[in-house]
């Protein structure tokens, strides 16, 4: 496999689906290169193609969608459960035997080791099944009527109508499907359009799509989101906006909307998860874990750790050890065997890094790595800064690669202001041993972000729980179980306990005509 890996094939996405059509783009295109340099000189590496879409094409896909929602009449919407489970087993299929193409294509366009990029397509397809498995067991639970004073119910959920999803670059596959799935299968229709970068694995996965599900059920468009995005919510057609980005692209978006009352928003934003090591934290184990955490994929993770609170007792031997663990890292290709660190996929990143190691210079700051800071074409070796203060431009902002803040602190409470004061809560990782200090400060950290690690890196797995942050972080929660319920909204059929509407009940349920009345339930 690695030789494959080794050689670019360029190949143009010359389609788009919409309305359960793949319809072949003849306007202006956008060129695909990888930050990856296959020359001895450096030079880009060309990967493709794919179509600059245009304001027509965005109408259209809503207006597909819309009408295969039909004011939720549509045959997606009112289909049985075990039809629509059926249609997404069926994409699951056909998705696993793209694997090696869409492994491939993440290594390319984003950098993306190979181990990991492995790991989210199975993680992926994992999910699907998950959620598959889900959604059985909460159509299992629902399918009975309670009587409660007199009134017979059944109660259900149900599809909330036109989504539009909007996937990250960095888990270009992952993370947009945590939103495409479950939006999906609930019964929704829905609109993607992939991000800047990671776009040309879905090419793969198109005709998939357009086999498996209902036309105009999933309409996916490529091109700039602005172009797109922004006339889309402008028809007022969308019910959800399901969008893993940035904050600022958000409330632009949804200040489009004519009815903003009736959009509903799932969104996950930016964050700035600190690590929190107290004195009497295992030193190596914290900087294991801060290295994985602040450092895996070169930061570019919305649950990386992007500062670090050190206890001043122990800020010498934990900034040495992790300095030196940094330094050890190794810089390669994505296919390289025990890689760590890869080239960076957005071309500007490299400067960007840059001006936040010089403004946090400029006011007193040091890079104590050997290695920090040093320069190519496509990366920058991560910097660790310290001491790091509130006036430097690296504590505020969301650096989202490969540079890591120390600050300094006397005592718990200076992080947890810090954190209270903070635009952002997603994650925190505290590490220590004396529950005395540990017990209040979790339940301090728990009420200023959704989750607290004990003892290693803040992550979003497993995908069983609950994903989401306050404040700028997220609206909403994604997980497995919880996903389905951002999706969908909870409705029932009542009537009143007497014999002549217990007839009709019994008569819809023998009949089987109504997909929501009925108690059959998939295992």
Same mark, same amino acid.
């Given at each position: 496999?690695?030789?494959?890996? @080794?050689?670019?094939?360029?190949?143009?996405?010359?389609?788009?689906?919409?309305?359960?059509?793949?319809?072949?783009?003849?306007?202006? =295109?956008? +060129?695909?290169?990888?930050?990856?340099?296959?020359?001895? %000189?450096?030079?880009?590496?060309?990967?493709?193609?794919?179509?600059?879409?245009?304001?027509?094409?965005?109408?259209?896909?809503?207006?597909? #969608?819309? %009408?295969?929602?039909?004011?939720?009449?549509?045959?997606?919407?009112?289909?049985?459960?075990?039809?629509?489970?059926?249609?997404?087993?069926?994409? &699951?299929?056909?998705?696993?035997?793209?694997?090696?193409?869409?492994?491939?294509?993440?290594?390319?366009?984003?950098? %993306?080791?190979?181990?990991?990029?492995?790991?989210?397509?199975?993680?992926?397809?994992?999910?699907?099944?998950?959620?598959?498995?889900?959604?059985?067991?909460?159509?299992?639970?629902?399918?009975?009527?309670?009587?409660?004073?007199?009134?017979? #119910?059944?109660?259900?959920?149900?599809?909330?109508? /036109?989504?539009?999803?909007?996937?990250?670059?960095?888990?270009?596959?992952?993370?947009?499907?945590?939103?495409?799935?479950?939006?999906?299968?609930?019964?929704?229709?829905?609109?993607?359009?992939?991000?800047?970068?990671?776009?040309?694995?879905?090419?793969?996965?198109?005709?998939?799509?357009?086999?498996?599900?209902?036309?105009?059920?999933?309409?996916?468009?490529?091109?700039?989101?602005?172009?797109?995005?922004?006339?889309?919510?402008?028809?007022?057609?969308?019910?959800?906006?399901?969008?893993?980005?940035?904050?600022?692209?958000?409330?632009?978006?949804?200040?489009?909307?004519?009815?903003?009352?009736?959009?509903?928003?799932?969104?996950?934003?930016?964050?700035?998860?600190?690590?929190?090591?107290?004195?009497?934290?295992?030193?190596?184990?914290? &900087?294991?874990?801060?290295?994985?955490?602040?450092?895996?994929?070169?930061?570019?993770?919305?649950?990386?750790?992007?500062?670090?609170?050190?206890?001043?007792?122990?800020?010498?031997?934990?900034?040495?050890?992790?300095?030196?663990?940094?330094?050890?890292?190794?810089?390669?290709?994505?296919?390289? %065997?025990?890689?760590?660190?890869?080239?960076?996929?957005?071309?500007?990143?490299?400067?960007?890094?840059?001006?936040?190691?010089?403004?946090?210079?400029?006011?007193?700051?040091?890079?104590?790595?050997?290695?920090?800071?040093?320069?190519?074409?496509?990366?920058?070796?991560?910097?660790?800064?310290?001491?790091?203060?509130?006036?430097?431009?690296?504590?505020?902002?969301?650096?989202?690669?490969?540079?890591?803040?120390? &600050?300094?602190?006397?005592?718990?409470?200076?992080?947890?202001?810090?954190?209270?004061?903070?635009?952002?809560?997603?994650?925190?990782?505290? =590490?220590?041993?004396?529950?005395?200090?540990? #017990?209040?400060?979790?339940?301090?950290?728990?009420?200023? /972000?959704?989750?607290?690690?004990? @003892?290693?890196?803040?992550?979003?797995?497993?995908? &069983? =729980?609950?994903?989401?942050?306050?404040? +700028?972080?997220?609206?909403?929660?994604?997980?497995?179980?919880?996903?389905?319920?951002?999706?969908?909204?909870?409705?029932?059929?009542?009537?009143?306990?007497?014999?002549?509407?217990?007839?009709?009940?019994?008569?819809?349920?023998?009949?089987?005509?109504?997909?929501?009345?009925?108690?059959?339930?998939?295992?």
């Amino acid at each position: 496999m690695s030789e494959k890996i @080794n050689e670019a094939h360029p190949f143009s996405l010359e389609y788009y689906l919409i309305d359960g059509e793949l319809k072949h783009w003849e306007g202006s =295109f956008s +060129d695909v290169f990888s930050s990856i340099s296959t020359t001895e %000189k450096y030079a880009p590496t060309y990967l493709g193609k794919v179509p600059d879409l245009s304001k027509t094409q965005a109408i259209e896909a809503v207006e597909a #969608a819309d %009408k295969a929602y039909n004011n939720g009449h549509g045959e997606w919407p009112t289909m049985k459960v075990s039809d629509r489970i059926k249609c997404v087993e069926n994409f &699951v299929t056909a998705m696993k035997t793209t694997r090696e193409e869409v492994v491939k294509t993440l290594m390319w366009e984003i950098g %993306k080791s190979l181990p990991d990029s492995e790991k989210e397509f199975d993680r992926t397809v994992e999910y699907i099944y998950e959620t598959i498995k889900s959604y059985k067991e909460l159509n299992a639970r629902n399918a009975h009527f309670s009587n409660v004073q007199g009134i017979n #119910a059944m109660i259900r959920r149900s599809p909330l109508g /036109v989504v539009l999803c909007l996937g990250p670059y960095n888990y270009p596959l992952n993370e947009t499907f945590t939103l495409l799935i479950p939006a999906l299968i609930m019964g929704n229709t829905v609109i993607f359009k992939p991000a800047k970068h990671g776009v040309l694995l879905h090419a793969p996965l198109l005709k998939a799509f357009q086999q498996c599900f209902p036309k105009g059920v999933i309409n996916i468009l490529f091109g700039r989101g602005r172009e797109l995005a922004s006339p889309i919510m402008e028809t007022g057609l969308v019910a959800v906006l399901s969008l893993i980005g940035n904050s600022k692209s958000a409330v632009a978006l949804q200040d489009l909307h004519p009815n903003k009352n009736r959009l509903r928003l799932i969104l996950g934003l930016e964050a700035k998860n600190p690590a929190i090591i107290l004195p009497d934290a295992n030193i190596d184990l914290a &900087v294991s874990e801060c290295i994985s955490g602040s450092l895996s994929f070169n930061g570019q993770r919305c649950t990386a750790l992007k500062v670090l609170y050190v206890h001043e007792d122990i800020e010498a031997e934990f900034n040495q050890k992790f300095a030196e663990k940094v330094d050890a890292l190794k810089f390669g290709n994505p296919w390289e %065997k025990d890689v760590f660190l890869t080239p960076l996929p957005e071309k500007e990143k490299p400067a960007y890094i840059q001006s936040l190691i010089d403004d946090a210079l400029k006011y007193g700051a040091q890079v104590i790595n050997k290695k920090g800071g040093e320069t190519t074409e496509n990366f920058i070796f991560p910097a660790v800064l310290f001491p790091v203060t509130k006036d430097m431009r690296v504590y505020h902002e969301e650096q989202f690669g490969p540079v890591v803040p120390i &600050v300094t602190f006397k005592d718990i409470s200076e992080p947890i202001n810090d954190m209270a004061a903070s635009n952002y809560g997603q994650q925190v990782s505290l =590490f220590g041993k004396d529950i005395t200090t540990i #017990a209040p400060s979790i339940d301090a950290l728990i009420n200023l /972000v959704c989750r607290v690690n004990l @003892n290693s890196s803040c992550q979003r797995g497993p995908d &069983v =729980f609950p994903f989401t942050g306050r404040k +700028d972080s997220a609206v909403g929660t994604l997980s497995i179980h919880d996903a389905l319920r951002s999706f969908s909204i909870r409705t029932f059929v009542a009537s009143k306990d007497n014999e002549y509407n217990n007839e009709i009940l019994q008569q819809l349920l023998d009949s089987k005509k109504c997909n929501f009345i009925n108690t059959d339930y998939i295992l």
